[in-house]
C-alpha cells in the first residue's frame, strides 16, 4: 500500500513539472489556476425588510486555511450602497430577518463553533441566542417574532454488541470496537456517521435554551415553514416503516409546538417537500410528484389547504423538474425555478396556473464546472434579484424588473479576469446518429482563437448522470482553453433539463447510447476544420468518469483520458456507495445477486481488455460516493494490461474535490499535464 502511495506522490511531481512547461508562456492575460483563489460570487440573496436592499452571502477562498469563506453583504436594488453587514475571517451565513423587520438572524462561527445569532438593525447590537453541540439549519422566524426554529442533529448511543472487560489500571488497549449497524453509516462530505437524527427545534429570539419539537427515530431535513398563529411548523420528513430503504419518500408533516404532535397533511408514495405558507396564512405550496420508479423524477408545484385538503399541481403541463417555490407577496401566486436545456429560469405563474418567465440568466455558483445553478428573490414591487450567470465569470448579484430590464448590482470578479482575455463559449446543436434527438452542447475557444489553425480538442464530460451543463463559469473549462485547448461539452440523453423522457432514455441502461451522442458531439467539432483529430482528449468526473472510461473501452481515438472519481464496477460500487437503497432501486433492475448480468454489461471494467488509451485516474481519497476503491480496481486493471496509466488521490478530498481550492487547482493542473505528457511529439 505504501508503494502505491509513494508511486502516485512521484508521478503527481513528475506531472506538474510538465505543466509547467505549458504555462511558461504565461503573461498573465489569460486565465490562471492561481486565480482561483481570488474568485468570489453572491449566493443566498434575501430581501431587506425595507424591499429596496438585499443582502447575500459573498463567498471567497482564503489562500492561508485553503478553505471556503461566506460573509454577508448588502447592496441596494439600484446598485448603491454596497458594504458589508458582516464580514471577517469568521464564516457568516444564512440571513433571516424578524417579521417586524427590526433584526436579523443568521448563524456564524465566529465563536467557534456555529450557532444562532441575532442583530438588532438600528444599533447594531448582537446576542448570541444558542450553545449548540452541533451546526443549526433552515433557520425560521415565527410570525409572532418570539421565536427561532432550526433543524440539528441529535446524537444518540449505540448499543454495543459485546462489553469489553475492565482494564486494568494503567494499561493501553487498542480502544473498543465500533458497530454498525445502520443501512446508511456513511455519507460522502461527511465521513461516517454519529448515530442519531436531524429534529426541529425553537429559541426565543431573545436567547434561551433550544427545546426540541419532533421526536422519534426519523430525520427532520430541509424547509420549515410556522403557521400564522406561530402555533405550528411544517416540515418535510420520510417517517414510515423502512424509511431508510425507501430514500425518496417524504410527507408534509405539521408538529404543534406545545404538545409535540404531529398531523400528516399529505399521502403521497413519492416525495412531497418543501412547504411554503400562503401571506394570508390559509394555503401550503410545496413541491412533490409521484414515485414511478424511473432513475429520473419532475417535483411539480402544489397548493393544498391549511389542513392538508384540497391539494393540486399548478404545473402538471411543464416537463421540468420545479425547485425553490416562494409566494408572491399579494398571495396570488408563486416564483420558482427550473432547468431548461443548460439554463436555469425563475418563472411565476397565479393560482390558475398561467404565467411567464422572468429570466433565464441564473448560475455561476459552482466554480468548478459549468453545472446549472442559481439562487433569487422576488421583492413585493414585482422585481427579481438573481445571481447572474456569465460564461466569464462567477455569479454577481442582478435585479430584473417586470418589463425585463436587467441591472447588474454587484462586481466581484473583474479585478481578477477583467483584465483578462477569457475563451469565449457558443452553442452548438445537432441530431443524434442514433435516433435524431437534438443535443445540445457549447464550444470553448481560446482568447485569440484562429480558425485557420488547429487545436487540440478536450471532450469534458458531466455527472449525474441527471444532470444538466449550460453556458455558464468553469474555472476548469477556461483553464483548459487557456492552455490552448478548444474544449466541448455537452448534455447526451440522460442529461436534466429536457424533459423526463429525455432523461429516462438511459433508464436502467447507463451507459449505453449516451456514448453516441457524446461522439457525435466531437465529429460535429472535428467537422468544423479547426480541430487536430490527431489531438483529441477526454476527460469528466463522476458519471462523466463512466462515461470517459466507457469511451476508451470502446474507441482508441482519444490519445489520453482522464477518468475522475469513477464507477467502474456497478456491483461494487451499489454495495459501497453511500447510498446503496438509491442506487439499487432506481438505477437497475433487482440486486446484483439477482441481475448479474446486465450490473457487468454496463460496467467500464468489462471493456478494460479493450483500452490502449493512456489513463489517468483522480478521485479524492476519502470520496464515499464513487469509492476510492473503484478507482483502484480499474486502475491495477490497467496495469495489468501494461495500459499507460497512473493514479493520482487527492488527499483529504471527497466527491466534491473543488471544495478546497488547492484540490481544485491539483485536479486541473494534473488533467492538464497528462494531457501535455501525451500530445504529438514536436516535428523536426
Known amino acids: 500500500m505504501r508503494a502505491k502511495k509513494l508511486f502516485a506522490a512521484g508521478s503527481m511531481m513528475a506531472l ?26 453572491a449566493t443566498a440573496p434575501r430581501l431587506t425588510p425595507s424591499g429596496d436592499a438585499v443582502v447575500y452571502e459573498r463567498r471567497s477562498f482564503d489562500v492561508m486555511t485553503d478553505s471556503a469563506r461566506s460573509n454577508i453583504w448588502q447592496v441596494s436594488l439600484d446598485g448603491s450602497g454596497h458594504r458589508p453587514v458582516l464580514s471577517g475571517k469568521a464564516n457568516y451565513r444564512m440571513p433571516r430577518f424578524s417579521p417586524d423587520g427590526a433584526r436579523m438572524a443568521y448563524v456564524s462561527s465566529v465563536e467557534g463553533k456555529n450557532q444562532i445569532y441575532v442583530r438588532w438593525l438600528d444599533t447594531g447590537e448582537t446576542a448570541r441566542v444558542t450553545d449548540l453541540q452541533f451546526g443549526p439549519g433552515s433557520l425560521t422566524w415565527s410570525p409572532d417574532g418570539k ?17 469489553m472487560p ?57 424547509a420549515l415553514a410556522w403557521t400564522s398563529d406561530s402555533a405550528s ?84 403541463n411543464i416537463d421540468r423538474n420545479i425547485a425553490a417555490i416562494q409566494w408572491a407577496a399579494d398571495g396570488k401566486g408563486l416564483y420558482y425555478t427550473y432547468d431548461n436545456e443548460g439554463k436555469t429560469l425563475v418563472a411565476y405563474l397565479n393560482l390558475s396556473g398561467s404565467g411567464r418567465v422572468i429570466t433565464d440568466a441564473l448560475g455561476g455558483t459552482t466554480l468548478g464546472r459549468p453545472y446549472t445553478s442559481g439562487g433569487y428573490r422576488a421583492a413585493p414591487d414585482g422585481r427579481v434579484v438573481f445571481t447572474l450567470s456569465r460564461p466569464d465569470r462567477p455569479a454577481d448579484l442582478a435585479v430584473v424588473d417586470r418589463i425585463g430590464r436587467v441591472t447588474t448590482l454587484t462586481d466581484l470578479n473583474s479585478d481578477v479576469v477583467g483584465h483578462k482575455q477569457m475563451a469565449s463559449v457558443e452553442e452548438i446543436r445537432f441530431p443524434s446518429s442514433v435516433d435524431g434527438r437534438e443535443i445540445q452542447a457549447w464550444v470553448v475557444k481560446p482568447a485569440g482563437f484562429d480558425a485557420s489553425k488547429k487545436y487540440p480538442l478536450v471532450l469534458e464530460i458531466h455527472g449525474g448522470p441527471h444532470t444538466a451543463y449550460g453556458p455558464h463559469f468553469s474555472s476548469e473549462i477556461q483553464a483548459y482553453a487557456a492552455a490552448g485547448h478548444v474544449v466541448v461539452y455537452g448534455n447526451p440523453r ?20 449516451d456514448y453516441d451522442d457524446l461522439m457525435d458531439t466531437v465529429n460535429h467539432v472535428v467537422g468544423q476544420g479547426y480541430v487536430d483529430e490527431n489531438q483529441l482528449y477526454v476527460t469528466g468526473g463522476s458519471g462523466g468518469g463512466v462515461l470517459t472510461a466507457w469511451i476508451i473501452g470502446k474507441t482508441n ?32 433492475d433487482g440486486f446484483p445477486w439477482e441481475n448479474q448480468a446486465n450490473y457487468w454489461a454496463r460496467s467500464p471494467l468489462s471493456l478494460v481488455g479493450n483500452v490502449t488509451t493512456p489513463t489517468m485516474l483522480l478521485t479524492g481519497e476519502v470520496d464515499y460516493r464513487t469509492p476510492m476503491s473503484e478507482t483502484e480496481q480499474y486502475y491495477q486493471a490497467l496495469k495489468l494490461q501494461k495500459v499507460d496509466s497512473v493514479m493520482v488521490r487527492i488527499p483529504g478530498a471527497s466527491h466534491g474535490i473543488a471544495a478546497k481550492p488547492s484540490n481544485l487547482i491539483q485536479k486541473i493542473g494534473n488533467i492538464l499535464a497528462w494531457f501535455e505528457r501525451h500530445k504529438p511529439a514536436a516535428e523536426e
Do not use: C
Request: aromatic share 12%.
Open 16 to 41: 506538474a513539472a510538465t505543466a509547467s512547461v505549458s504555462f511558461a508562456e504565461d503573461d498573465g492575460k489569460t486565465f490562471e489556476l492561481t486565480d482561483i483563489f481570488n474568485l468570489e460570487y
Open 147 to 163: 421565536s427561532i426554529a432550526f433543524t440539528m442533529f441529535v446524537p444518540s448511543e449505540a448499543k454495543p454488541v459485546f462489553s
Open 166 to 222: 475492565k482494564k486494568p489500571k494503567g494499561a493501553e488497549w487498542a480502544g473498543n470496537a465500533k458497530v454498525v449497524d445502520r443501512v446508511t453509516y456513511r455519507a460522502d462530505g461527511a465521513g461516517y456517521l454519529p448515530r442519531g437524527f436531524t429534529h426541529v427545534f425553537v429559541v426565543p429570539a431573545d436567547g434561551g435554551t433550544p427545546r426540541q419539537i419532533t421526536s422519534g427515530d426519523y430525520n427532520h431535513n430541509g
Open 233 to 316: 411548523i411544517l416540515f418535510s420528513a420520510n417517517r414510515i416503516v423502512d424509511w431508510d430503504l425507501n430514500p425518496r419518500e417524504s410527507e408534509i408533516h405539521r408538529v404543534n409546538v406545545g404538545s409535540g404532535a404531529i398531523e400528516t397533511l399529505t399521502d403521497r408514495r413519492g416525495p412531497d417537500f418543501s412547504p411554503r405558507l400562503s401571506p394570508d396564512g390559509s394555503m401550503i405550496a410545496y413541491l412533490g410528484n409521484d414515485d414511478d420508479g424511473m432513475s429520473s423524477q419532475n417535483a411539480e408545484l402544489f397548493v393544498m389547504n391549511l389542513d392538508g385538503t384540497g391539494g393540486r399541481s399548478l404545473t402538471g
Open 494 to 513: 440522460g442529461s436534466t433539463s429536457y424533459g423526463k423522457d429525455f432523461a429516462n432514455t438511459i433508464h436502467h441502461n447507463y451507459p449505453s447510447n
Open 557 to 588: 481515438r482519444f490519445r489520453a483520458a482522464v477518468v475522475a472519481k469513477p464507477v467502474i464496477n456497478w456491483t461494487s460500487f451499489v454495495l459501497t456507495a453511500d447510498f446503496s437503497p438509491f442506487f439499487t432501486k432506481y438505477w437497475f
